[in-house]
């Protein structure tokens, strides 16, 4: 029963390949006639308004020297019944609003970090990143939740400082001269000053 379907096979390979070299789709590329195009129609040309010449106005601040000669072809434009039009001068624009820093960039640096103890410690915010976070660093923390910290976050207005594996191990929001909050598991005070 093999050889039935397998010279079934072998037939029908072979009369699609005939069938494909008789083909006028391989006969290579196809010339066409160019196809007609609309006759477009001329358009009457349109009428300009009239053009005129006047030397510019120096730039605010730079006075127009009397002996510079004008431009050529000025005399010609101007009138001598043309009024004369003094600029008004252009007050300075107002200086922009100062810079307020609020959001990740202004947490990071260096922090004096005291808990509901008293204890005092340094923990460091960085802006290198580690993978969705930023790296952090304590040192000197009595507090062994503090001690650990290893990367930090800013969100919704919070920094969340993290231990290694992703628990949260304190939420502080910006407030007074620092940042103000609490250590997750004890749910003790917590503050960061500069």
């Not at 070299?21 to 009239?50: F, I, K, M, N, Y």
């Not at 003790?188 to 000053?193: H, K, M, Q």
Request: aromatic share 4%; charged share 15%; glycine share 10%.
């Amino acid at each position: 029963m093999l050889r039935p379907s397998l010279s079934t096979f072998v037939i029908l390979c072979l009369g699609a390949s005939l069938g494909a070299c008789a083909s006028s789709r391989l006969d290579g590329p196809r010339t066409r006639a160019p196809s007609p195009q609309a006759s477009l129609e001329a358009v009457p040309a349109v009428p300009s308004g009239t053009v005129t010449a006047a030397p510019l106005a120096p730039p605010p601040g730079v006075s127009a020297s009397p002996d510079a000669p004008p431009p050529p072809g000025a005399q010609a434009a101007l009138s001598p019944s043309a009024p004369t039009v003094i600029a008004e001068p252009v007050a300075p624009p107002a200086p922009p609003p100062p810079v307020v820093t609020s959001g990740r960039a202004s947490v990071v640096g260096s922090w004096d970090a005291r808990d509901a103890t008293g204890a005092n410690c340094k923990v460091t915010l960085s802006s290198a990143p580690a993978l969705d976070l930023y790296k952090a660093s304590a040192a000197g923390c009595t507090n062994k939740d503090l001690s650990r910290v290893s990367a930090w976050d800013f969100r919704d207005g919070e920094v969340y400082l993290y231990q290694p594996g992703g628990s949260v191990a304190a939420r502080l929001r910006q407030g007074g001269g620092g940042l103000e909050g609490a250590l997750t598991k004890s749910g003790a005070a917590l503050a960061l000053n500069r």
